[in-house]
């Protein structure tokens, strides 16, 4: 069936079309397991300085010491076997500032992916990391003139150390959870993004995040730094073909929103069922300032992931949107923190999953308001849709209000789609996965409208697929 | 003349008391084997899940005592000295869990087959009964520790029996007095609703002075088939006690069981609440209140288990929270496989009423069913301005209007007691509450 | 074979026999009525033509221009041309009206065929024009938050985008007023043709003065117990129910 009338250039995507891999080769390749020797492997290859090669050792030793977090979380955790996976891979060359210069495999992987047409079509611009590496990495001439940086975490760390090593590792710390101190160890790629006060950067920015090889972990790391007044949009894609080996994809993010800026950071992502999914991620939202994650996890064995915002100045507003749809043998753990750690400052979190077949959806959320602030607000919203009597869904949320110059409010509901509403979509000569497809659609669709144009035509298309078979 | 012997105090990481000869093997061997996993489980801590945002400190286990026999014999006394029913079926009355006058049960419902005795005693008369309900059902909250001790130092408590197709028609009492500086009690409550029976139990937990003391307890209750069953419970210990009350409860087929428990006393709290609806239209409804003042804290975790399809659970919490005090709520709605049309729901509020007050919610669900209806929420926030402004432009002064909402807000849950007389008495505990906050 | 023929209907909700023998049969080109007093079935059997999950089918059968549809499953009997205004519409929060229609015809077109969706809109908003429906309507999710007169309205818009070979209204006057109601029968009677029959249920004769039937027939107990011309919707109304109940048993 069809998804929206308006949109001639619909961008065609499926499940199937992200599952395909090349066989390159590459030029550095860290090998099987972790030890201190990786470590040095991939400093060595990036030529990095001392103090990047302690800080990525000291995180090693954090890494191995904390224990997997499976006293509240998935015991499924234990089947990532560390020694099998490759921690670094990659062709050993710069990003390239044109399509025309990178290798053609790489290219016809991002071609098959409609990168470069998105990039045509509407954003300000493109880094596409393949593996471990950016294989492209472009940013329009009208929007660097402005003074923005939009490079990859290793060419950030060499040309712009000054900016980047006051902010690194300060929003989320080494020691946050053992996935960050993990990414802390061997990070490679991402994005590094400098917007200098002032400048509202009009189309998005956006990544791509490609995992081609099998047995492989992808590590990037991603600090983006809007300064006072400035607004920027950032989106992030992600996708790797099926295996039937384990794929790790653990990346941080810290956004830095200094004063009166704005950030959105919004990603879909579309894993492949083998991909064990950890993320941390997490903004710092100075005084007026506003960081919102808008964030669709459809795919992956296990994602765990739960955005954050710290308001740190008066007036902060941070915002997390979500939407989660679990499938058979599939867990998406995801959910919120909301830091409250100055006056007058808001939060809101709407959360919706759908649980298909044998699928879970988990919400867990933090809302701390300490003492001695005042006129701080939360809404948080989280409803779940369960599609089959298999399926699983919970909420676990904790929210902490000290003083009586606050409010917070927690709403959850649990619903399923009435054998009533199908009946009647049926009647109308619908098939059933039709009628149930658009349900979903609709119970997502307010969260849906959240995303660009050009994502929520691609996300509804997901949704549909996911819930193609998914009935009867 | 021979001076009486006074025994040697005995801490409760002593081994505990040995059971009366006349008591039932069973039984010996229970507080034995209790004591054996009172050992071996380990203590609570903050990192466990269980225990999350519990200030654990305040929870001492040393310097703490079996209580011992009171001088105190003036029950009607102690009676007329706190609130309670105008009419009742029967009163159980104890300080330091020893039976301080004859149980009373009215002669027209022990003629139905009604048991209402000390434990001890029914450990005797009914040991059958007793055995066949007595702590069926597994700690699943956290306190596991402190079932086991319990179940190894109880010394007391009531065993309420009604038989197939009787009802109550008032309701039956209960009084724990605590006396004597750190002085640990160990009650136990166990009702059976049989069958298509009705009834309703008060019980009132108490102390007598101002003075550090423990208290464990342990209420188990079962609702069998189409019973219907109040339970309400109000703790108002010394501002120094510490107490741990498990709540657990089975609702079988059609039953219905409604609890209220009502906090006012205790430097620390920790409620442990768990309904499990085992059988087919089932209905449990969950009802607290807590008024919170310097620096008490109050923590309540519960777990609303549907086993069974077409069951039916509410839970309403409300907290009013003064000056320093913090008040912890975790609850959780497990709907299990096959418990299918499951209408769950669960609401917790916290009002706060001071700057330094601090309100911890964990609503949590864990669904697993299809064609469930299940929600819920949790708020934190002030007493409303609005609200506050439209009282004061009436001419009420601020604080007598702070207190006429603070009582509207707690009143929501007492209301859904559905009786009267002991909605009166909550009333009455609550009233003297807040007028004691407002006067000072 | 153009004929919308119900024989010897048998069926049963949870384990109740409700249908107990029922015939009828609507020729295209005609509008047939069924009357009956409250619990006679008359909602059955339209939940039982349209094929919902909790009515048994016993004995009988139902079909469409010559084809059983008791066989087909809810979205077959569909499109195979069979529609059904419903006595309570579901809500589907999220989805809008425009959308779902659009799924609904795009539903009957052959696979790979894609709607035109400039035409779509175009027939949709005039048809909508000629119910007296805002346009705003074709943005609000399915008959969520609508009032009775607007779901009421609502099917019928669906009815005329979905150009069906036999309407079945299952009492569409109720919660109407006057008003809607003469907008909804004006519906109704705009797509009147030889093309498609329709089978009106009521409780009421006030609908068929603006819906003038061919043919009206009495349900009671689950059997049609007495058929004739428009005429003896007027006697129903002037006589009761009880004067045919009671005609019948002086007959047996």
């Known amino acids: ?472 | 003349m021979l001076l009486k012997e006074i025994p040697p105090a005995r801490s409760f990481l002593d081994p505990p008391e040995e059971a009366r000869e006349e008591l039932p093997d069973w039984y010996k061997s229970s507080r034995s084997d209790a004591w054996m996993s009172f050992q071996d489980i380990d203590w609570p801590k903050r990192s466990d899940e269980a225990w999350r945002f519990a200030n654990l400190k305040k929870l001492s286990y040393e310097n703490l005592y079996d209580a011992k026999e009171s001088e105190i014999n003036d029950a009607e006394q102690l009676v007329a000295s706190s609130l309670s029913l105008k009419e009742n079926a029967g009163q159980i009355l104890f300080v330091n869990d020893r039976v301080i006058a004859s149980p009373l049960l009215n002669e027209e419902f022990s003629k139905k087959g009604v048991i209402f005795q000390p434990l001890s005693q029914a450990l005797i008369e009914h040991g059958g009964l007793v055995q066949d309900h007595f702590m069926t059902e597994t700690s699943r909250l956290g306190s596991a520790k402190y079932t086991a001790l319990h179940r190894a130092r109880l010394r007391n408590g009531f065993f309420f029996y009604v038989p197939e197709g009787v009802s109550l028609t008032v309701p039956v009492e209960v009084f724990h007095w605590v006396s004597g500086n750190s002085a640990s009690i160990f009650p136990h409550s166990l009702i059976v609703a049989g069958p298509g029976s009705s009834a309703t139990v008060a019980e009132y937990v108490a102390s007598i002075n101002d003075e550090i003391s423990f208290c464990c307890a342990v209420c188990d209750i079962h609702g069998e088939e189409d019973s219907q069953l109040t339970y309400l419970r109000t703790q108002n210990l010394s501002e120094k006690a510490q107490s741990i009350y498990q709540l657990s409860s089975r609702v079988a087929s059609k039953a219905k069981l409604k609890t209220f428990n009502l906090d006012l006393g205790c430097e620390w709290v920790r409620n442990e609440s768990v309904s499990r609806l085992v059988g087919e239209g089932a209905t449990s409804e969950m009802l607290a209140v807590s008024v919170p003042e310097k620096s008490q804290e109050f923590d309540m975790r519960t777990l609303q288990l549907h086993e069974q399809r077409n069951t039916s659970s509410n839970l309403l919490y409300k907290n009013a929270l003064y000056d320093d005090s913090k008040t912890t709520f975790a609850g959780m709605i497990v709907v299990e496989d096959e418990a299918h049309q499951t209408d769950a729901y669960q609401t917790c509020r916290n009002l706060l009423m001071s700057d330094t007050s601090e309100a911890n919610s964990m609503p949590g669900l864990e669904i697993k069913a299809d064609q469930v209806r299940c929600s819920h929420g949790a708020t934190s926030s002030p007493v409303s301005k609005d609200e506050l402004f439209y009282l004061q432009s009436r001419g009420v002064k601020e604080p007598a209007a702070q207190q006429l909402l603070t009582f509207g807000f707690v009143k929501e849950a007492v209301d859904r007691i559905g009786n009267n007389s002991l909605e009166e008495v909550i009333l009455g505990k609550l009233g003297r509450r807040f007028n004691k906050i407002g006067a000072r | 074979m153009s004929t919308l023929e119900i024989k010897d209907l048998h069926a049963s909700v949870n384990g109740t026999d409700i249908l107990k023998g029922l015939s009828l049969s609507v020729p295209k080109g005609e509008v047939h009525a069924i009357m009956g007093p409250n619990g006679s079935g008359k909602s059955t059997l339209a939940k039982v033509m349209a094929g919902h999950q909790d009515y048994e089918v016993g004995s009988g059968d139902v079909l469409l221009d010559g084809y059983s549809l008791l066989e087909m499953d809810v979205d077959e009997r569909a499109r195979a041309g069979l529609f059904l205004a419903f006595q309570y519409p579901a809500e589907i929060p999220g989805v809008s009206n425009a959308n779902f229609l659009r799924a609904a015809r795009q539903a009957r077109l052959p696979d790979g065929e894609e709607i035109d969706a400039v035409a779509f809109y175009q027939e949709m908003y005039e048809k909508m024009a000629k119910l007296g429906m805002d346009k705003k309507f074709t943005g609000r999710s399915v008959n969520e938050g609508f009032s009775g007169g607007e779901k009421k309205r609502n099917e019928v818009l669906q009815m005329m985008m979905l150009e069906p070979k036999y309407a079945v209204l299952d009492e569409t006057d109720s919660g109407l007023d006057i008003d809607a109601l003469k907008i909804v029968a004006e519906g109704v009677n705009a797509m009147r043709s030889e093309e498609r029959g329709f089978l009106v249920i009521t409780h009421y004769q006030r609908l068929l003065e603006y819906i003038v039937p061919d043919h009206v027939h009495v349900l009671n107990e689950g059997r049609i117990i007495r058929s004739g011309p428009k005429e003896l919707a007027l006697e129903l109304e002037e006589k009761g129910y009880d004067w045919l109940k009671e005609g019948e048993l002086v007959k047996s």
């Open chain 1, 1 to 472: 069936m069809s998804t929206d009338s308006n949109s001639g250039n619909m961008i065609e995507i499926d499940r199937e079309k992200a599952n395909f891999h090349y066989d390159v080769e590459y030029k550095h390749d860290a090998g099987m397991g972790l030890s201190e020797d990786t470590i040095d492997y991939i400093s060595n290859v990036k030529g990095e300085d001392k103090w990047i090669t302690d800080f990525r050792k000291k995180a090693l030793s954090v890494f191995h010491e904390k224990k997997m977090p499976t006293h509240w979380a998935s015991e499924d955790l234990n089947s990532i076997n560390f020694d099998e996976i490759r921690y670094y891979l990659s062709a050993g060359e710069a990003p390239k500032r044109s399509w025309d210069d990178v290798p053609n495999e790489m290219k016809e992987t991002f071609e098959r992916l409609g990168i470069p047409e998105k990039e045509r079509k509407f954003l300000a611009g493109v880094e596409a990391q393949f593996d471990s590496e950016a294989a492209y990495s472009n940013i329009k001439d009208a929007v660097a003139e402005q003074g923005v940086i939009f490079v990859n975490s290793s060419e950030g760390l060499a040309e712009h150390a000054d900016i980047f090593r006051k902010w690194f590792g300060k929003v989320i710390p080494t020691g946050d959870n053992k996935f960050s101190a993990l990414n802390s160890a061997v990070f490679s790629g991402g994005s590094f993004i400098y917007v200098p006060p002032g400048v509202k950067v009009k189309h998005p920015l956006q990544a791509y995040f490609r995992i081609n090889a099998e047995q492989f972990g992808q590590f990037e790391r991603t600090l983006i730094i809007v300064d006072e007044g400035a607004e920027l949009t950032y989106m992030e894609g992600c996708t790797a073909p099926k295996f039937e080996t384990t794929t790790l994809h653990s990346a941080v993010v810290e956004l830095v929103a200094m004063k009166d800026a704005k950030i959105q950071y919004i990603t879909v992502q579309n894993w492949s069922a083998n991909v064990f999914n950890l993320v941390t991620k997490r903004g710092l939202a100075h005084e007026n300032a506003e960081v919102r994650w808008i964030d669709c996890n459809i795919g992956s064995r296990l994602t765990m992931k739960y955005p954050g915002v710290v308001m740190k100045g008066e007036g902060a507003r941070g915002e997390v949107i979500s939407i989660a749809l679990a499938n058979d043998g599939q867990h998406q753990d995801t959910g919120a923190k909301m830091i409250h750690a100055a006056d007058n400052t808001t939060s809101n979190v709407v959360s919706k999953s759908i649980s298909v077949g044998e699928g879970r959806s988990t919400y867990r959320g933090q809302v701390h308001i300490p003492k001695h602030l005042k006129g701080c607000k939360n809404n948080t919203e989280c409803d779940a849709l369960l599609i089959n009597s298999k399926s699983r869904t919970d909420t676990y949320p904790a929210i902490t209000v000290r003083g009586n110059k606050h409010s917070t409010q927690h709403e959850a509901s649990v619903s399923q789609v009435s054998e009533e509403q199908i009946f009647y979509m049926k009647q109308r000569g619908l098939s059933e996965a039709e009628a149930m497809s658009l349900s979903v659609n609709g119970f997502v669709n307010d969260l849906v409208r959240e995303f660009p144009m050009e994502y929520s035509v691609e996300l509804k298309r997901l949704i549909e697929l996911e819930m193609e078979g998914s009935v009867g």
